[in-house]
């Protein structure tokens, strides 16, 4: 539903005014610092909203959104996030949040030049032929972008957990755990891809290790 310029001013207000009538202090406090539990790492696009979605409140979710939820490894952007939110935040989860439908990764299964976009779908391109054997033989192609989604959400938590900071602090401490999850546009449920994370790391140390054991 569009809403008009002013009209998204009013609903400031009006939320600003709900959330301080049961508590006067509510943004005082927020205000004072953050300790979120949570790092998202979700997809862009407008229909997957984090904190609604998990039911999250303010202060609990640090959030980066990109297109098709990639964790690239030269991505400045994404690797300085989770940098932070792992690094100096201490957040005790990462989630990296797929979608069915994901226009990106749809985008990347298609023979067409998309100028900028190319070398961040390329990402995307980069997993389908790591599973190429498994995805050609699916011939439903919505079923086949879907399973492209996993794979995409599987390897994007590799790439978190090929981070120095990453991997010291779970090697460590056991934390962050790292999820990989899927949102479904269609029923608005989340599906977890039980993504192991001592698992998972020990599976990449024997490449990435970026400390002596
Ligand atoms: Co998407």
Not at 108 to 130: C, E, F, K, S, T
Request: charged share 20%; with cysteine; glycine share 8%.
């Amino acid at each position: 539903m569009p809403s008009s310029y002013n009209q998204i001013f009013e609903n400031n207000r009006r939320w600003v005014a709900q959330r301080t009538a049961t508590d006067p202090t509510f943004f005082d406090q927020l205000a004072q610092d953050q300790k979120p539990g949570w790092l998202w790492i979700g997809c862009a696009d407008s229909r997957v909203p984090a904190n609604e979605i998990t039911g999250l409140d303010l202060g609990d979710l640090f959030v980066h959104r990109n297109i098709a939820n990639l964790v690239p490894n030269t991505d400045l952007n994404s690797q300085s996030v989770i940098q932070y939110a792992v690094g100096t935040l201490g957040v005790d989860h990462v989630v990296v949040c797929g979608h069915y439908g994901c226009g990106g990764v749809k985008a990347a299964m298609q023979a067409a030049d998309l100028g900028l976009l190319n070398p961040w779908l390329r990402n995307i391109r980069d997993v389908y032929r790591m599973h190429a054997a498994e995805l050609n033989v699916i011939e439903d192609q919505t079923e086949r972008t879907n399973r492209l989604v996993e794979f995409n959400v599987i390897e994007q938590c590799r790439n978190v957990l090929k981070m120095a900071v990453v991997q010291k602090r779970y090697l460590k401490a056991g934390t962050p755990e790292v999820h990989g999850w899927v949102y479904d546009l269609h029923d608005g449920l989340l599906k977890d891809l039980h993504v192991d994370t001592g698992a998972l790391l020990e599976e990449l140390r024997a490449i990435y290790a970026l400390t002596p054991d």
